[in-house]
């Protein structure tokens, strides 16, 4: 089924831990993006991709790392977890003109300890 | 800096009774403003994208009105099933900014 695939779907971390969250789609979208999702303050921007080998910061990218070395593929790095980093994350892909908006994943709970 | 607000927080309404939804932006340069569905535990489902004041889109019982400052998401006879947080977000061509919803709970 054509959409935007993300894995895990639930993981417990420790403090200080590190983890990549997985996302792939399979609808040739230029465009990709990371969102946390926390409650009362909407969806954040973490980081963002116009394309294979371009990636740029979003709203509050620090803690995060991204790549994307595929058009399919964007990756989430935690490089050292934090308990403020505990929130669903969503990624999202478009075609770059966004005109029929945004598609997400299911999403990934995420509780750092 | 871009805002969206969405009011109210949360509405109740039993079965057939129609309502709207609003949602209120300020943003430098509207590209499109999106209105999304989601379901607990699942992602946005995109509804519709609106681009300029004036515009209305409808799908199923929900129809989006926009003007130059505010959107409306208008629940026509709503059921059950239409139970769900309501999203709006605004494209300001930078980025794109997202409200902190409407849930609507449909009450038999």
């Known amino acids: 089924n054509a959409g935007v695939t993300q894995t895990p779907k639930f993981q417990v971390l420790k403090t200080g831990q590190s983890m990549t969250l997985q996302c792939a789609q399979d609808m040739n979208h230029e465009y990709m993006s990371w969102y946390r999702q926390d409650p009362g303050m909407g969806l954040r921007l973490i980081h963002y991709s116009v394309g294979a080998g371009i990636t740029d910061q979003g709203e509050v990218p620090n803690g995060y790392n991204v790549s994307r070395s595929t058009t399919e593929d964007f990756p989430l790095r935690l490089l050292s977890a934090a308990p403020s980093q505990t929130s669903v994350y969503f990624c999202?892909?478009?075609?770059?003109?966004?005109?029929?908006?945004?598609?997400f994943g299911s999403g990934t709970r995420l509780t750092v300890v | 800096e871009d805002q969206v607000t969405q009011s109210p927080e949360a509405l109740r309404l039993q079965e057939g009774e129609s309502s709207s939804l609003n949602c209120s932006y300020t943003v430098s340069g509207l590209r499109g403003l999106f209105w999304y569905r989601q379901d607990p535990g699942k992602g946005p489902e995109f509804l519709f994208t609106?681009?300029?004041a004036g515009e209305e889109k409808e799908k199923e019982r929900l129809k989006a009105t926009l003007t130059k400052k505010e959107s409306f998401l208008h629940i026509t006879a709503p059921k059950p099933e239409d139970s769900a947080t309501y999203l709006c977000a605004v494209d300001g061509y930078q980025k794109v900014t997202f409200g902190t919803g409407t849930k609507l709970q449909v009450i038999p």
């Open positions: 999202a892909s478009s075609h770059y003109d966004r005109n029929y908006g945004y598609t």
């Open positions: 609106l681009y300029s």
